[in-house]
C-alpha cells in the first residue's frame, strides 16, 4: 500500500475543504476502500476520515425518514423507525455481508462500494472502470456473475449493495454537501450506468459528500420481501436479488415497487413491471406476466445467460412471498 496522509475533520465544511487537497478521499468504515488500496487497485495520498462529523442520526420527521450517512448499516437494520415504517430496508441490510462487516459499515459507504469485478481488483488484467480505456476484462473473460440489464461493451460490472436495491425501490433520496453548497439527487439517480464513463459509478460532483439519505412516507409496511439469490447462504453477493414492494387494499394492488441487484451497474428498477401490477389482483397469474415484462429487455453474456430466468424466477417468488408474510 502506498504511504498517505490521514486527517479527522470535526465539521463538515473543513472536511470538504480537506478533501479538496492532494489525491485525496473520503473514509468512514473503510470495509471496501482499505482491501482497494492495499490491492493497489485505488491509489490515494490522502484520507480524511469523517467518522468525527454529525452525521450519525435517524429521525422520522413529518413521515419522511431521515438517515445520517454515517449510520452503521447494522444500526440502521435493527432500528425500530426502520423494522416499523420501512421493514424492506431492514431485510436487505441484513442480506447484505456479514453482522462484522455490516458493524463496520456506514449507508454512505454502502452507497459508495466498488463492484467486486474480479478484473477490476486484478491490476494485471484490463479494466476500463480501473483504468480508462484499457479495455475489459470481463467482456472475454469469466462473466457469469455480470450485468444482464444497461451495460455495453465498455463495462458489464454490476453494482454489489442490497441496501441500494431496497433504496431505490422506496424512491429514497440523497443528500449531499459540497464546495458549492447542498442538494439533492433522486436515489435511482445517484449511481450511472457506464456509459462511455465506467470509472464513474455515480453522479456524486467533485469533493462532495454524501451527508443523509431520506425516505419518504409510504404503504409499503406489510406486503414486502426481499430475496437474494447467491452461490452460499451468506456472506456472498448476489447473484440476482428483488426488492418487492406492494400496497395491496381490497384484494388490488394499489401501488407497487420492484428493484433488482446483481443486475446491472446501479440498482435496477423494475417500472414497466410495477405498472403491469398497478390495478391488478395480487396472483400468481398477474405476477408471471409483470416478470416476463420485467426481463424483456435482457442481454447476457457467455457465463451468465442463465440470470434471465433467474431473474424472471426471482421476481415471481419475491412477490409471492410478499404477499404472504
Ligand atoms: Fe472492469 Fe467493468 Fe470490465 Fe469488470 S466489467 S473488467 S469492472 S470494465
Redesign the pocket.
Known amino acids: 500500500m502506498n504511504q498517505f496522509s490521514y486527517v479527522r475533520p470535526t465539521s463538515l465544511k473543513a472536511a470538504i475543504e480537506a478533501v479538496a487537497k492532494n489525491n485525496a478521499r473520503f473514509i468512514a468504515g473503510g470495509t471496501n476502500l482499505l482491501d482497494l488500496m492495499k490491492n493497489g487497485v485505488i491509489i490515494s495520498d490522502k484520507l480524511v476520515d469523517i467518522n468525527r462529523l454529525p452525521l450519525k442520526d435517524i429521525q422520522l420527521d413529518n413521515g419522511v425518514l431521515h438517515i445520517g450517512s454515517l449510520v452503521l448499516n447494522s444500526d440502521l437494520a435493527e432500528h425500530e423507525l426502520v423494522k416499523t415504517h420501512h421493514p424492506l430496508l431492514s431485510q436487505a441490510l441484513l442480506a447484505g455481508a456479514s453482522q462484522q462487516l455490516r458493524n463496520m459499515a456506514t449507508v454512505g459507504g454502502n452507497m459508495m462500494q466498488r463492484?467486486r469485478?474480479s478484473?477490476?481488483y486484478d491490476t494485471t488484467?484490463?479494466?476500463?472502470?480501473?483504468s480508462p480505456n484499457s479495455g475489459?476484462?470481463?467482456?472475454g473473460g469469466i462473466?457469469r456473475m455480470?450485468a444482464i440489464f444497461g451495460a455495453n461493451d465498455?463495462?458489464?460490472?454490476v453494482h454489489p449493495s442490497d441496501m441500494c436495491v431496497a433504496l431505490a425501490a422506496l424512491d429514497a433520496t440523497v443528500l449531499v454537501s459540497g464546495p458549492k453548497g447542498d442538494r439533492h439527487i433522486p436515489f435511482t439517480d445517484f449511481h450511472r450506468l457506464?456509459g462511455n464513463t465506467?470509472q464513474l459509478d455515480n453522479n456524486l460532483g467533485k469533493n462532495e459528500l454524501i451527508t443523509a439519505v431520506e425516505i419518504p412516507a409510504n404503504n409499503f409496511t406489510k406486503n414486502v420481501y426481499y430475496l437474494k439469490v447467491r452461490d452460499r447462504a451468506s456472506y456472498a453477493f448476489a447473484l440476482v436479488s428483488v426488492a418487492a414492494a406492494l400496497d395491496i387494499r381490497d384484494g388490488v394492488i394499489q401501488q407497487a415497487r420492484l428493484a433488482m441487484g446483481g443486475v446491472a451497474h446501479k440498482p435496477w428498477r423494475l417500472p414497466d413491471a410495477e405498472k403491469a401490477l398497478t390495478g391488478k389482483a395480487p396472483t400468481v397469474e398477474n405476477f408471471r406476466i409483470a416478470a416476463n415484462i420485467a426481463t424483456q429487455s435482457a442481454k447476457t453474456y457467455k457465463h451468465n445467460a442463465f440470470k434471465t430466468a433467474l431473474a424472471t424466477n426471482s421476481i415471481q417468488t419475491a412477490l409471492l412471498k410478499a404477499t404472504t408474510v
Open positions: 463492484t469485478c478484473y477490476y488484467m484490463p479494466c476500463n472502470k480501473r475489459c476484462g470481463a467482456l462473466n455480470h465498455n463495462c458489464i460490472a457506464p465506467p
